[in-house]
């Protein structure tokens, strides 16, 4: 097989047996009647988001080793002391962002907010909050390992920028297997594949993309989408037109705070584990 086609090929099986994944986790919830719970229902929501993470990640993991011939460890997974304080800040930037836009929301009438602060200071809150850590997590981590870590391994015959963006396309594509097509999501989606894209490529770190993936997803649910244990519940649903105001500035801001903790070493030039693994010996300025 010529090696030009490998890389496609090679993503486009972890893509069907991602899906083949789905499928039969989505099978067996219809055979137990609990499908249609998988939207009302918190902790069946956040216990198939936890089991289906994890027996993605591991089929992903088996896949590098029997496929590429390469250890999965490779792709990066550690969390150094720069990279907690850029997560622990990239979340702390997520959550103001957010806070701006329901107020902004509010405050020009597009919706009437309830705020319910007073739960943070009750036990249940901290319970449904450790429960969709564990499922937002786990869910990121198949998202970060399948689209960033694998996916960019097997596009690297070409430049960083086209790797972040073809990525970033495959990323979005991926969600449209599980959704109606809506072209704000799909804005969103490619979005959010851009900006962990970049962070991984700076930090080379899929544990550190996981994280700002994940409290993104877990602050939209405790502000927007007024899931259980909702800081925030809206009279309407917020348009996805709106929605991506907040989402596009959102990833302004986490772009330029990567470049401003990772990137002394130019634009685009990966972090070291990643100029090794993708063999990128130049300088992107």
């Avoid at 962070?199 to 899931?227: C, E, P």
């Amino acid at each position: 097989m010529k090696k030009n086609l490998r890389g496609p090929l090679r993503i486009f099986a972890s893509i069907l047996l991602t899906n083949i994944l789905i499928a039969i986790l989505t099978g067996l919830l219809i055979w137990f009647d609990l499908f249609d719970a998988l939207q009302t229902n918190f902790l069946l929501f956040h216990t198939m988001a936890f089991t289906l993470g994890l027996l993605n990640t591991i089929l992903i993991f088996w896949f590098i080793k029997t496929v590429d011939k390469k250890s999965p460890k490779m792709l990066g997974f550690h969390l150094r002391k720069k990279d907690i304080l850029f997560s622990t800040v990239a979340i702390i930037i997520t959550f103001i962002t957010v806070w701006v836009f329901i107020l902004a929301l509010a405050h020009i009438g597009i919706v009437k907010a309830q705020f319910q602060f007073d739960l943070v200071f009750t036990g249940g809150f901290y319970k449904l909050l450790g429960i969709a850590i564990v499922g937002y997590f786990f869910a990121a981590l198949k998202e970060e390992v399948l689209a960033r870590g694998y996916f960019m391994l097997n596009l690297k015959s070409f430049s960083i920028p086209s790797m972040i963006l073809i990525s970033a396309i495959l990323f979005m594509a991926l969600h449209f297997i599980m959704g109606d097509f809506d072209p704000f999501k799909a804005a969103s989606w490619l979005k959010g594949g851009l900006v962990y894209a970049y962070i991984y490529v700076k930090s080379g770190s899929l544990t550190t993309a996981t994280i700002v993936h994940a409290a993104h997803n877990l602050v939209n649910d405790l502000f927007i989408h007024g899931a259980d244990g909702a800081l925030v519940l809206l009279n309407t649903k917020v348009a996805t037109s709106d929605k991506l105001v907040y989402e596009f500035i959102l990833g302004v801001l986490l772009l330029g705070l990567t470049y401003l903790f990772y990137g002394k070493n130019g634009l685009f030039t990966p972090a070291d584990n990643l100029k090794l693994l993708w063999n990128k010996g130049r300088t992107y300025k």
